[in-house]
């Protein structure tokens, strides 16, 4: 009985020590990043091993999450009461955990003209929720149209028919589908759909700016979401377009069986890797936009936990990773631009040697101060299940073959409904 | 004493049991009575987790889903047995085609799905360029709803049948020779030897197959995950509904519930299963 007794002690002790593990050293500051790491190991651990030089006493523990675990692992952390002290969210991500209130303000440390001087306006707005700044902005990126040249000639098109405008696009689909036989672009519609940003581009909103009432069942709006399905419905985009999401918008590129894509110039580097013969006919050109002529932005930020013990060494940290030169090196490694205004400014940001990359990168820096974030329901903590009722009003058009009006009324009266309730719940 | 010392070898395995099993499954029965989501403090909301989802009309289309899948079952048991009787003899020609067989449940699910994805691509998949060969239109297979179930069904038997045929192998190897002899002397054709003597002798394996599959087919999650992501909740199973809740809404209160209903439903689907299979035997 004696040995039984002692096990149950071991055996508790052991399971206490591996769920007090963590450590809570107070000069040790937790780094999370999405997906970074081994491209990017050199970039971290120089400008970590900087840091700590620079601040005497101080660790940074450095941590690499996949980006599709990140939700997770990020949740797990925050309930065991353990969270990382600064990390790198997305948009989606930054909306989700804005809404769980778990973000710090940044606007507590900072005035708003202060940081108005060092980041980009429209940077900084897509990471202020609420009148809160939740993070600070940190690698931005923009689309732009990527396009195989020699497709396009063998259709009979030029450099001039690439599409400016939306609805040059749905003409060009159209064209080149007729001509060819062959889908034009892969543009997912269905889900994690583009049709909001389409809408917001076109000047139609998804959402009135209280977000107290959902606004997408307009005139304007049923007529631009039936003109897609059309195209849809008659065979001029792929079958898929409304069960992939944006994941797979290169993956149809790569493989030759598209003529263009509409995406970040970021995956140039990933088509070259992948297929270098479709990278050496492939060009670039602004992206498509609507009526507004504004189009989407796409922002990585850093965040400072609420629940972290170190909050002002994080801020500090936070302020450091985000700042010009930091930025400005790392811009140096990959297709992205940065969120400050000086390093922005940059003459590797204006220079270009005609090379492919480098005229995506001046195009995309060009353009990078009229991107914004288009789809204001992303403010909303419950952003997703909003998305999910649009992604599936639209596939429920596509598939189940309801008429658009019934389908966007039915996606309006479900998001007033959230909407309304979350208006309740916050008096 | 000497029970002591089996309890003793025993404990690891039940307090792990304890730990990572029973404790668990009594917090998410007390997270299904709130409004929690992991971060800030639940607040007791007694059954309104139970009636949210009961009124969902999502939840119930779900949960028909996950019984559809149980089609899988007697599909998995007929391939993987008959495959069993084809290959119980040990010679080299059936030595290969076991590994062949048993080959996709070692293949990483996720590769497994990729394959698929690209077989039952709708506009540049192979399925449909035979289809379209034999002068028909391009078949939905993963958009539309319930075809891609059919889909899910096809990548869940490919990757099961090679460990279900495993079991059955394991459990024809002990029918003693002499029953199939005798019977082969008596005249019996290869189906009635099936019939009368192999299926009766390993009907306790039948029953741990039944049982083991259909509730596999229950909590059906990672095939679907992979292979129709992007299509609506409608379109899935009860444990894909279960994970949007708790992973990406962050609704653990409603998440546990529906995991709560889901076991009771799986527990009683199990019991009903094996007091059937006993009464057969009888």
């Not at chain 1, 672009?185 to 209280?210: A, R, T």
């Not at chain 2, 070692?106 to 289809?131: C, H, K, M, Q």
């Amino acid at each position: 009985m004696k040995i039984i007794i002692n096990i149950i002690i071991v055996f508790s002790m052991f399971i206490l020590s591996i769920s007090c593990n963590r450590t809570s050293d107070p000069n040790t500051i937790e780094f999370w990043t999405l997906q970074l790491s081994p491209v990017f190991d050199n970039y971290f651990n120089e400008i970590i091993k900087e840091y700590e030089t620079q601040n005497k006493g101080i660790k940074i523990k450095w941590v690499d999450v996949p980006y599709d675990a990140a939700i997770q692992k990020l949740l797990s952390s925050l309930a065991a009461g353990n969270p990382p002290d600064v990390v790198n969210l997305s948009a989606d991500f930054l909306a989700k955990f804005s809404g769980l209130n778990a973000l710090e303000n940044f606007y507590d440390y900072f005035s708003y003209d202060s940081l108005n001087r060092v980041y980009l306006p429209n940077a900084l707005e897509s990471c202020t929720f609420k009148n809160q700044l939740v993070a600070l902005p940190w690698y931005l990126n923009t689309y732009c149209i990527i396009y195989n040249k020699s497709l396009l000639n063998k259709a009979g098109f030029d450099d001039e028919s690439i599409p400016e405008t939306f609805k040059e696009l749905t003409d060009f689909i159209k064209l080149y589908k007729d001509k060819t036989g062959k889908y034009a672009i892969f543009w997912n519609i269905g889900k994690d759909s583009y049709l909001p940003m389409l809408l917001e581009s076109e000047g139609v909103k998804m959402v009135n700016p209280l977000l107290t009432k959902a606004l997408f069942n307009s005139k304007e709006s049923i007529e631009l979401i039936s003109e897609w399905m059309d195209l849809y419905k008659t065979g001029y985009l792929p079958s898929e377009s409304l069960i992939k999401s944006g994941a797979s918008i290169i993956e149809l590129y790569q493989s030759g069986q598209v003529a263009l894509v509409l995406t970040g110039p970021v995956f140039l580097k990933r088509i070259k890797d992948n297929s270098p013969d479709i990278y050496k006919n492939t060009d670039i050109a602004p992206p498509v936009v609507g009526k507004t002529g504004l189009h989407e932005l796409a922002a990585m930020s850093i965040s400072v936990m609420k629940n972290s013990v170190k909050k002002k060494l994080a801020v500090d940290f936070a302020l450091y990773v985000t700042n010009n030169l930091n930025q400005l090196k790392f811009c140096k490694l990959a297709t992205i631009y940065p969120s400050t205004i000086s390093a922005l400014s940059d003459s590797f940001f204006t220079r270009s040697d005609s090379t492919i990359e480098t005229r995506a990168r001046v195009m995309g820096a060009k353009l990078l101060p009229d991107a914004v974030r288009l789809r204001k329901y992303l403010e909303h903590p419950k952003f997703d299940l909003l998305r999910d009722i649009f992604d599936e009003s639209i596939q429920s058009i596509g598939l189940g073959n309801i008429p658009v009006r019934q389908a966007l009324n039915d996606a309006v009266n479900k998001w007033d409904v959230i909407l309304q309730e979350s208006v309740k719940n916050e008096k | 004493m000497k029970s002591n010392k089996a309890y003793l070898f025993l404990l690891p395995a039940f307090m792990f049991l304890i730990l990572f099993g029973l404790i668990p499954m009594l917090q998410i029965v007390y997270y299904s009575f709130l409004d929690y989501n992991l971060i800030n403090e639940g607040q007791f909301t007694f059954l309104s987790n139970y009636s949210k989802l009961l009124s969902d009309e999502v939840f119930w289309i779900v949960l028909v889903n996950s019984f559809l899948f149980i089609l899988a079952t007697p599909l998995i048991i007929i391939i993987s047995l008959t495959l069993a009787l084809m290959l119980r003899e040990s010679n080299k020609t059936s030595k290969f085609f076991r590994s062949v067989y048993f080959f996709p449940v070692v293949t990483p699910l996720v590769i497994s799905g990729i394959i698929w994805r690209w077989i039952f691509a709708e506009d540049f998949g192979i399925l449909n360029y035979f289809i379209n060969i034999l002068g028909s239109d391009n078949v939905k297979w993963l958009s539309q709803y319930p075809i891609n179930l059919f889909s899910v069904i096809i990548l869940t038997i490919w990757r099961g049948f090679g460990y279900y045929m495993m079991i059955f192998l394991a459990g024809l190897m002990v029918i003693p020779k002499e029953l199939e002899e005798s019977a082969t002397l008596d005249g019996a054709s290869r189906i009635q030897k099936v019939v009368h003597i192999i299926i009766p002798q390993i009907k306790p394996i039948l029953t741990f197959v039944f049982v083991v599959s259909s509730s596999a087919a229950l909590k059906i999650f990672t095939e679907i995950y992979i292979l129709i992501p992007g299509t609506p909740m409608s379109n899935k199973s009860i444990v894909s509904f279960l994970f949007r809740e708790a992973f990406e809404r962050f609704e653990f209160g409603l998440s546990s519930a529906a995991g709560v209903l889901l076991f009771i439903l799986t527990f009683a689907f199990s019991i009903m299963n094996i007091k059937i299979m006993e009464r057969g035997e009888q």
